[in-house]
């Protein structure tokens, strides 16, 4: 080996105990049971979900948690065609923001059933489940979501969340 | 309100650097067992050398760069008593600030001594790796020199 040094691998590699906290522990305990959990706002009424310990507008403390449906609608999103490391899905593919019925905030998720060209704001969405077998502390139960045979939302109804 | 959840948790960058010329000829000396300095404008010999020089602000040539000693004299240190992953022992040791001769300015490595052993001013010396492929562990660690 006699070629001069022109590069150097510096793997950097960090390993944490992470706790979510506690609210989020509740949020991802009712996804592991195959319930989508929100909590509300006493000030503003808005519900977050994934759920949140405190409002981020008025910085109160939730204490309400609120049933939050599998169905939603598509806010907005981006169709990715531009390849990278670890890479599952094949390309390109759909990734979505649903306001999810009963949540007053967007949920980034896979959006499939779909081509990237008919993907409009505004449609009207369903999840789809891992299998129950495999769900655990996680929002990746939820696996994608697909459209659903509804009309589409009006923009007024999502227009905040864009 | 119930338990809260927690997790093992492991983030990892695989990066790749280029060395850029003066520390790629830096680690290309450290594979031939060779350790390279840079004769600054105030006279003073820096090693590892810099890229640009501290005072002039030019860049710093390699083909410039000067041979010093592979043993010296450790100017600070402090022990490692718990090492973790990635050190380069599995004991505890020291790191040491490391002024080789022929420099005026200290590196940074370990220094495989017993603790009491250790002393600023104590002289030391390279003990090279095995396989020695470019890369700042070519310099294995620092070890005592005697006299
Ligand atoms: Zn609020």
Redesign the pocket.
Known sequence: MSEPVTGITTPIRMEYRYTPGRTTSDFLKAMKGGRMEGRR??????VYFPARGG??????EFAETVPIKETGTLATFAVVNVNFANRVIDLPYVTAEVVFDGADTTTMVLLRGVSPEEVRMGMRVKAHWIPKEEWDYSLANIDYVEPIDEPDAEYDSYKDLV | MSDVLSAPHVMEFPYTRSTGPVVGAFLTGLRDQKVLAYHSSDGTVVCPPPEYDAHTVAPVEAAKLIEVASEGVVTSWSWNPAPRDGNPFDRPFAWALVKLDGADTSMLHALDAERGAIETGMRVRIRWAAERVGFINDIACFEPAGG
């Open positions: 706002c006493p000030s503003c009424r808005k409002c981020s507008m008025c910085g109160r």
